[in-house]
């Protein structure tokens, strides 16, 4: 028999935290550190959903609900996020069915759309996603194995990049660990001045704060940087979990990129992975195939294996879905004149 609880509390019972960390193949975005940044950060709110057989949790699905335009625009703009889940042990499909059934009975006119971003990790459930309404689209991502250490990742990298990681070096570009205590700051405003040119909605500086407050103490978020006469001009979050190693935001000021601190801070993260135990980098997204991204062509550069891993929408408000969708190009546009 299967039983489904909802768990909306930032605290999770031990019982839960025991499921977590008993599976190894489970993203840091199932975790309960992401659990507890939803539930803290402002523009964001999470739930956790649990699915018992025979009484033992049997599988899990974390939910990020995200409201980046305020109260007053969150009825047309607010979604739900679900990264690398559901998650079952044992890829048990009638579990991660009954998950998605009541998920979707509770989610029901809350939010305008769920959108489900499956990592490698997860196992092909496309049927059941499908059988439950939801829309699938390609996706594509990088993965380089870092189990073959650094000589062998080098030897990977195509030769421009190689080419290009030198040259940053030759331009004086340096890289290290950010210092917490004085340049949080400096690193989220990099990231400001690049979704602000991109026209992307970025959370708060607060949810990187609290990010780090509650990740940073076990190593699970580390901030790179690459510094240009002693000015931090890129960077690179990480999260490192189980033994992989997540490229979760990074960027580089404009003025800087013909310097190339992105080739270098990317390769400097991917061998400190090497070198310090880690099996997997994962680049985070690599957009849709077919269509012009020059993310992609940045990341496809560092050898690594390219992967359709696909994501699934449901849309729960077909109405505000379309309003939301001109209301988003109206906000691109204003913030294009600003």
């Given at each position: 028999?299967?039983?489904?609880?909802?768990?909306?509390?930032?605290?999770a019972g031990?019982?839960?935290?025991?499921?977590?960390?008993?599976?190894?193949?489970?993203?840091?975005?199932?975790?309960?550190?992401?659990?507890?940044?939803?539930?803290?950060?402002?523009?964001?709110?999470?739930?956790?959903?649990?699915?018992?057989?025979?009484?033992?949790?049997?599988?899990?699905?974390?939910?990020?609900i995200q409201?980046?335009?305020?109260?007053?625009?969150?009825?047309?703009?607010?979604?739900?996020?679900?990264?690398?889940?559901?998650?079952?042990?044992?890829?048990?499909?009638?579990v991660i069915?009954?998950?998605?059934?009541?998920?979707?009975?509770?989610?029901?006119?809350?939010?305008?759309?769920?959108?489900?971003?499956?990592?490698?990790?997860?196992?092909?459930?496309?049927?059941?996603?499908?059988?439950?309404?939801?829309?699938?689209?390609?996706?594509?991502?990088?993965?380089?194995?870092?189990?073959?250490?650094?000589?062998?990742?080098?030897?990977?990298?195509?030769?421009?990049?190689?080419?290009?990681?030198?040259?940053?070096?030759?331009?004086?570009?340096?890289?290290?660990?950010?210092?917490?205590?004085?340049?949080?700051?400096?690193?989220?405003?990099?990231?400001?001045?690049?979704?602000?040119?991109?026209?992307?909605?970025?959370?708060?500086?607060?949810?990187?704060?609290?990010?780090?407050?509650?990740?940073?103490?076990?190593?699970?978020?580390?901030?790179?940087?690459?510094?240009?006469?002693?000015?931090?001009?890129?960077?690179?979050?990480?999260?490192?979990?189980?033994?992989?190693?997540?490229?979760?935001?990074?960027?580089?000021?404009?003025?800087?990129?013909?310097?190339?601190?992105?080739?270098?801070?990317?390769?400097?993260?991917?061998?400190?992975?090497?070198?310090?135990?880690?099996?997997?980098?994962?680049?985070?997204?690599?957009?849709?195939?077919?269509?012009?991204?020059?993310?992609?062509?940045?990341?496809?550069?560092?050898?690594?294996?390219?992967?359709?891993?696909?994501?699934?929408?449901?849309?729960?408000?077909?109405?505000?879905?379309?309003?939301?969708?001109?209301?988003?190009?109206?906000?691109?546009?204003?913030?294009?004149?600003?």
């Amino acid at each position: 028999m299967l039983e489904t609880v909802i768990h909306k509390d930032i605290h999770a019972g031990e019982d839960i935290k025991s499921f977590i960390d008993s599976q190894e193949d489970i993203s840091v975005f199932q975790s309960l550190y992401f659990h507890e940044l939803n539930k803290r950060s402002e523009s964001t709110d999470g739930i956790i959903i649990t699915c018992r057989k025979s009484g033992k949790i049997a599988g899990i699905m974390l939910v990020q609900i995200q409201n980046y335009f305020g109260k007053a625009l969150g009825m047309i703009s607010k979604r739900a996020v679900i990264t690398g889940g559901p998650h079952s042990a044992n890829n048990d499909s009638g579990v991660i069915e009954e998950i998605l059934r009541e998920y979707g009975k509770y989610i029901r006119n809350r939010l305008v759309y769920t959108q489900v971003r499956r990592l490698y990790q997860n196992h092909d459930f496309t049927g059941l996603f499908l059988r439950n309404g939801y829309v699938y689209s390609d996706h594509l991502n990088y993965i380089i194995d870092l189990s073959k250490g650094e000589e062998e990742c080098w030897k990977n990298l195509h030769s421009k990049r190689r080419n290009e990681v030198r040259k940053a070096t030759k331009e004086g570009i340096t890289f290290s660990e950010i210092r917490y205590d004085t340049e949080m700051d400096s690193a989220y405003n990099i990231l400001k001045s690049i979704y602000g040119k991109a026209r992307l909605p970025l959370p708060e500086a607060g949810f990187f704060d609290s990010a780090f407050e509650i990740m940073g103490k076990d190593g699970v978020l580390r901030i790179f940087g690459g510094y240009f006469e002693g000015k931090l001009i890129g960077v690179m979050y990480i999260l490192c979990y189980k033994g992989v190693m997540y490229d979760w935001y990074a960027g580089s000021y404009p003025e800087y990129l013909k310097k190339c601190p992105n080739d270098l801070i990317t390769w400097e993260v991917i061998k400190w992975g090497a070198n310090n135990g880690y099996r997997t980098f994962d680049f985070g997204g690599a957009g849709s195939p077919g269509k012009e991204y020059g993310v992609r062509d940045f990341k496809k550069k560092f050898g690594g294996m390219e992967i359709n891993t696909g994501r699934f929408e449901l849309v729960h408000k077909p109405s505000v879905m379309k309003f939301s969708k001109k209301g988003f190009r109206l906000w691109q546009i204003i913030r294009k004149r600003k």
